[in-house]
């Protein structure tokens, strides 16, 4: 069965880029910029659910992380993730793009639609949009609402990625593999700071080649692996590794995944870097920002296809609650001063 799809001007035409939300996307993305090449102090906060599976649970969401923002805003800029599709390791939920009824349905269609009509809703906010495209198509129909995106551990090696980093307009941030292992990542930004001729769709929906300009703005997210890499010695070990290839020579750590360990305590990561942020460690220079999952409530819940989920509780990785997020940000924003 091949169901068609609308092409990428035909969503954008459904669900237009507001002049607001355009302010936004442009002041994150130059913000962004100068965070990672270190003309602005500030650091960069990629923090939000794991994944969407409720759309008015993420506006409500939205709508704090906003507020804090107005907080904190002096030390750090904030990226809420709004994930809409989900890598994974072998079979599970793919995303509210690819399932947006959490039944197995399978509706792409509308969740293009649903994706493209939240992101420009929390873009007109004020608050700036993060995630990642697992599928290069995708990029196609958001990537204008996008003020940073994400390769993640499981695509970083894909070369389909890599290229489609080349051709994005906002920053990238590359994951260290599922092992731990920097090389991959380092040699993804690489070839995304190069220009490639990538085979995709145009605005039309025809298959086309397009000419990518190679993409400046990327940096390394370690994530941890088989062990943890949030650590000092870490930190040091993959901005040196970064540096040598005259790549931004700080990284993001991501206080989930492999460095949170099975039990998921991501506080307790964010709390030890908050710690070296205090005691003026010198690890910490190579360090430009943090992810944190994070939603209305804490945990995770089992998703179940076709039961209905409770709405601010992750149905994937297990997230921070939104009352700990603020407090652990603002002991972050005062600590870097």
Same mark, same amino acid.
């Given at each position: ?9 035909? =969503?954008? @035409?459904? !669900?237009?880029? $507001?002049?607001?939300?355009?302010? *936004? %996307? /442009? ?114 129909? =958001?990537? @204008?609402? !996008?003020?940073? $995106?994400?390769?993640?551990?499981? *695509? %970083? /090696? ?96 991501d206080c989930g995944h492999g ?11 964010l709390e030890d870097i908050i710690?070296? !942020? ?8 190579? %360090? ?50």
């Amino acid at each position: 069965m091949v169901d068609a799809l609308p092409t990428p001007h035909a =969503l954008r @035409d459904a !669900v237009p880029l $507001s002049d607001a939300t355009q302010g *936004t %996307v /442009e002041r994150a993305r130059a913000d962004i910029r100068e965070i990672l090449h270190g003309a602005d102090r500030r650091w960069l906060v990629v923090v939000g659910p794991c994944s969407v599976h409720d759309v008015d649970a993420a506006r409500e969401y939205a709508a704090q992380l906003h507020a804090l923002q107005q907080e904190v805003s002096s030390s750090l800029l904030l990226v809420m993730r709004v994930y809409v599709e989900k890598p994974r390791t072998r079979l599970g939920w793919t995303g509210l793009l690819h399932d947006p009824g959490l039944d197995g349905s399978g509706r792409v269609n509308d969740g293009l639609r649903i994706a493209r009509a939240l992101f420009e809703e929390i873009n007109a906010m004020g608050l700036p949009v993060a995630t990642e495209f697992v599928d290069p198509v995708v990029a196609d129909y =958001l990537q @204008d609402l !996008v003020a940073w $995106s994400a390769i993640g551990a499981r *695509t %970083v /090696e894909s070369p389909l990625h890599r290229q489609m980093a080349s051709g994005l307009a906002c920053p990238v941030g590359f994951k260290n593999s599922t092992s731990g292992d920097v090389t991959a990542a380092i040699n993804g930004m690489i070839s995304a700071g190069a220009t490639h001729r990538v085979l995709t769709i145009d605005d039309d929906g025809r298959a086309a080649v397009r000419q990518t300009p190679g993409n400046p703005d990327t940096h390394l997210i370690l994530r941890g692996g088989t062990r943890p890499n949030a650590d000092r010695h870490s930190v040091h070990v993959a901005s040196a590794a970064v540096a040598r290839e005259r790549l931004v020579p700080r990284v993001m750590i991501d206080c989930g995944h492999g460095n949170a360990g099975p039990s998921g305590a991501q506080t307790v990561v964010l709390e030890d870097i908050i710690r070296r !942020v205090q005691g003026r460690n010198e690890d910490m220079t190579h %360090v430009l920002g943090i992810m944190l999952e994070s939603h209305l409530e804490e945990g995770r819940q089992l998703f179940v296809p076709g039961v209905p989920m409770r709405p601010g509780q992750s149905i994937t990785d297990a997230c921070v609650s939104l009352e700990d997020t603020r407090r652990l940000l603002r002991e972050l924003a005062r600590a870097l001063g």
